[in-house]
T-cell receptor, first 114, second 110 residues
């Protein structure tokens, strides 16, 4: 499999649930990103991992917890989310310690919080 | 605060028309500007622009960057219904992250 993959593609969860989103890249990149895309708002960068180390955290609430066990995998752990967290969550990867000129995106996970 | 502004926010044209999408930016530590096309899924990369005044072309799409006036345009000629999408402009800054605009929603009618 090539490119950037994300699972699940769709997720519905209650506010008290705990779930995780998974991202995997098969491009040999060493930087990975989580973005949130809400309706009628620009893409928002949430987290950046470079060489498995978090280098960017853009004021994201603690109910979102990222994990990068290796350069090919990135997780976003979710707990006690709010309905306003419903959005498309996109994973991306790039070449070179988070400063690559082009980011390749996964298909996204459509999250609905009830 | 870094920002990227796209205009118009939405646009409706007919097949065969030519459209121009605009992107202006105010950022510190500019590195490059990127255009993406987003349909009902994740964005797909179109162009990356780093130097001023050099047009990049791919089929019916072309783009150019003006680093003095801090803007870029994306042109689509002879539009087709398959061009209907949200076109995103993003600026890469030295810290390594992309700052996205809100996008222009293009609808091409048959």
């Amino acid at each position: 499999e090539t490119g950037v993959t994300q699972t699940p593609r769709h997720l519905v969860m209650g506010m008290t649930n705990k779930k995780s989103l998974k991202c995997e890249q098969h491009l040999g990149h060493n930087a990975m990103y989580w973005y949130k895309q809400s309706a009628k708002k620009p893409l928002e960068l949430m987290f950046v991992y470079s060489l498995e180390e978090r280098v960017e955290n853009n004021s994201v609430p603690s109910r979102f917890s990222p994990e990068c066990p290796n350069s090919s995998h990135l997780f976003l752990h979710l707990h006690t989310l709010q309905p306003e967290d419903s959005a498309l969550y996109l994973c991306a990867s790039s070449h070179g310690s988070g400063r690559g000129s082009e980011q390749f995106f996964g298909p996204g996970t459509r999250l609905t919080v009830l | 605060e870094d920002k990227v502004v796209q205009s118009p926010l939405s646009l409706v044209v007919h097949e065969g028309d030519t459209v121009t999408l605009n992107c202006s930016y105010e950022v510190t530590n500019f590195r490059s500007l990127l255009w993406y096309k987003q349909e009902k899924k994740a964005p797909t990369f179109l162009f990356m622009l780093t130097s001023s005044g050099i047009e990049k072309k791919s089929g019916r799409l072309s783009s150019i960057l003006d680093k003095k006036e801090l803007f870029s345009i994306l042109n689509i000629t002879a539009t087709q219904t398959g061009d209907s999408a949200v076109y995103l402009c993003a600026v890469l800054v030295s810290q390594g992250n992309l700052i996205f605009g809100k996008g222009t929603k293009l609808s091409v009618k048959p």
